[in-house]
């Protein structure tokens, strides 16, 4: 199998929720943030939302701010996103990706800082 490894996608109509999950890979003692994005049609890859291990900060993309949230469970080593009130424009494929990097509140989604990542899942929200 490939880690991290996301599973929980699936369909569901506005309004609904999904809950996302994400084992880490072996490297979980290595890591200093994992993170959500997703790929939205026709968009390029975002950030969704951000983790940082030690001292449990968290970051959310404006777009999903009060209706989704992020949250690690470091015994299972596992990251989950929790989506509520979920909208057609949440639709896309979710990854899961970690980074052994802190990052910081003005770049705490940017890619390149990430070095693993899942195979995503895929979201459907219809209207």
């Known amino acids: 199998q490939v880690y991290p490894l996301e599973s929980g996608g699936g369909s569901v109509q506005a309004g609904g929720s999904l809950r996302l999950s994400c084992k880490a890979s072996?490297?979980?003692?290595?890591?200093?943030?994992m993170a959500w994005f997703r790929q939205v049609p026709g968009k390029a890859r975002e950030g969704v939302a951000s983790f940082v291990i030690v001292g449990g900060i968290t970051y959310y993309h404006d777009s999903v701010k009060g209706r989704f949230t992020i949250s690690l469970d470091s015994d299972k080593q596992t990251l989950y996103l929790q989506m509520d009130s979920l909208k057609p424009e949440d639709t896309g494929v979710y990854y899961c990706?970690?980074?052994?990097?802190?990052?910081?509140?003005?770049?705490?989604?940017?890619?390149?800082?990430?070095?693993?990542w899942g195979q995503g899942t895929q979201v459907t929200v219809s209207s």
């Open positions: 990706a970690a980074s052994s990097f802190r990052p910081r509140p003005q770049s705490w989604d940017s890619e390149s800082d990430f070095g693993e």
């Open positions: 072996p490297y979980f003692l290595s890591y200093n943030a």
